[in-house]
C-alpha cells in the first residue's frame, strides 16, 4: 500500500498515483494538519501551526486529475481601524486539473485558468490552497463592519465608548486660560 504513504515533507502533498490513467475514479481526500507556514499576509492570516482542513475530492480525467473541495482553517488578523484582533473562518473552494506531462493542448495561446503541474504522483496543492485561502481574506480586516475605529484624539476604542467626545474649548475661554498662566498667583476655578 505504498500509494497511502505519505511522502515526507509538505502535508499539501497529496498521493494521487492510484487513480491516474482510469477516467471516472473517484476518490476522496480528508486532511487535517497544522499549517507549515502562514497563510495570507500580515494583516490577516492562517497562523503557522494553526490547524488547516482539506476536504478534497480527486476525479481521474483524460488529462490528470480533477481537484475539486475546500480548504478550511482559522484566520487571524488585526482590526485595520480599532487594531483589536479579528479571527475569521474561512471555507474557500478550491478547484483545478492537475494536468499531466506531456498533454497537448489544443489551444495553445490562451493558458487556461486553474490548470497545474502535475508529476503523475503527488498533487502538490500547497499554490492552490494559499492561492484559495488568500482571495477569502479581507483587504484590511474589521472586527466589526462598522467598527467606529479609535478616537482620533486619545486612542480611545470608540465601540466602547460610543459617546466618547472631547470637551472644545471655546476661543474665548483659552484666552483667558492664557491669561491664567501669566498669572500664577490667580485662583483657580473649581
Ligand atoms: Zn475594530
Ligand atoms: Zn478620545
Redesign the pocket.
Known sequence: MSHTKRRPGSPYDIPARDIIGRPGTQRFVSEMFPAPAVLGTDMIGVPEGAEVGLELSLESVQDGIWVSGTVTAEAVGECGRCLDEVRLTVAAPIQGLFELPGVEREDEEEEPEDVYEFDGETLELEEVVRDAVAEQLPFTPLCEPDCPG???????R?AD?PD???EKIDPRWSALQALDVDEPAQKKES
Open positions: 479609535l478616537c482620533d484624539q486619545c486612542g480611545a470608540l465608548d466618547h467626545t472631547h
